[in-house]
């Protein structure tokens, strides 16, 4: 009996090939302890954060006919796992197909009592990069899309009280300078239409990020960009550090000063982390192999163990095969340091990082 996929598992039982692992009992019952405890998370994938079941109840494209998406895992590096992503979009068809995904990603929470997300969510993919790389024939229209996902997160919200979702939309490192501009134009729009905002008035887009595969095609383009949202409310999230170099990953950070990091683990070995607000996922590092190292020697277990206030995400847990719950109980069985006051530090430090602080500490009152 285990709480883990047997992939998951089978990390575990490696690390423990070498040293001391927690019991598979003492795992489980931390594992039931995290999973009733109310949780934040700031670092998860809406398209990626719903139960397999969703997507089983959609039209299946003819590229499935192998395999689900979700069962590629592990994949043999960040490209594979884009094409995976990719594959898990083409399902997605119409604008009512996306509003069921934004509902069923709220409704995902309940079960994790996840009472607080801010979640990626990728609009430009459905209409952008859709067009740009033929990868399905239902072209959506930007604005379209971005509607249909705030309408269905309403929904959810409406079905789930006691459980809030904020969205950050992800800009994409891949966008170009046409594609910036039209997404800079409709968030202006957004702000003036009482669709983006919940019934107390508090906007349900609350930053917006850049995800992908980390590029410096056009980083100039993107400050541009990000200084332009920046001065429209948003906030600032991007991937980066997730498998690059230092130098790449430092750059982005100097030149778009993010008010948040995803991954960012690459550096810490040489001395350079964005300390302030980086959400680590370590298994999704382990399973899309962006570190390659073993699987205790990830640099999130040391910087937890001296106390840098690190938050703990689940990236994709549909694409990996696990929830948030697990993410932390993987920590605990390998990491003997981590135990339940840990747990409740990093949930502590995670609040303390929300771009929606009110929304967050009032559903968790
Ligand atoms: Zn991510």
Not at 59 to 87: C, G, H, K
Not at 297 to 309: C, G, I, K, Q
């Amino acid at each position: 009996m285990t709480v883990f996929s047997q992939l998951i598992q089978s990390f575990v039982d490696d690390v423990g090939s070498r040293r001391k692992v927690r019991s598979a009992a003492s795992i489980e019952k931390f594992h039931s302890w995290v999973q009733a405890q109310p949780k934040v998370e700031t670092h998860v994938h809406l398209e990626a954060g719903v139960a397999p079941g969703f997507y089983e109840s959609l039209n299946r494209p003819n590229t499935w006919s192998s395999s689900y998406p979700w069962q590629r895992a592990p994949f043999a590096n960040l490209r594979e796992f884009i094409m995976a992503w990719v594959d898990l979009s083409r399902s997605i068809r119409t604008p009512s197909d996306v509003e069921a995904l934004a509902e069923s990603f709220v409704a995902s929470r309940v079960p994790q009592n996840i009472r607080y997300t801010e979640a990626y969510f990728s609009p430009a993919d459905l209409s952008f990069m859709r067009r740009r790389f033929q990868i399905a024939p239902e072209i959506f229209d930007f604005s379209e899309v971005l509607h249909a996902y705030v309408r269905g997160l309403k929904r959810g919200l409406a079905a789930h009280p006691g459980f809030e979702v904020r969205l950050v939309m992800d800009a994409l490192w891949p966008s170009t300078a046409d594609e910036r501009l039209e997404m800079k134009t409709v968030l202006r729009q957004s702000l003036e239409s009482n669709d983006f905002f919940d019934a107390q008035g508090r906007p349900l887009i609350v930053a917006i990020g850049l995800g992908g595969s980390e590029s410096h095609h056009d980083l100039e383009g993107h400050r541009e960009f990000v200084n332009d949202v920046r001065a429209l409310g948003f906030k600032i999230d991007i991937h980066s550090g997730e498998g690059n170099t230092v130098e790449m990953h430092r750059t982005s950070v100097e030149t778009l000063s993010p008010d948040r990091v995803a991954h960012g683990f690459v550096g810490v070995q040489s001395g350079y982390l964005f300390g302030s607000n980086v959400v680590m996922c370590p298994l999704s590092n382990l399973l899309l192999k962006t570190f390659s190292g073993r699987a205790e020697d990830h640099p999130a277990f040391r910087l937890l163990r001296e106390d840098v206030p690190i938050l703990i995400g689940s990236d994709d847990p549909l694409l990996l095969g696990h929830d948030l719950s697990a993410e932390f109980s993987f920590i605990y069985a390998i990491e003997e340091s981590f135990d339940e006051s840990k747990f409740l530090q990093i949930q502590e430090n995670t609040r303390k990082r929300v771009f929606a602080p009110g929304v967050c500490e009032q559903v968790l009152s």
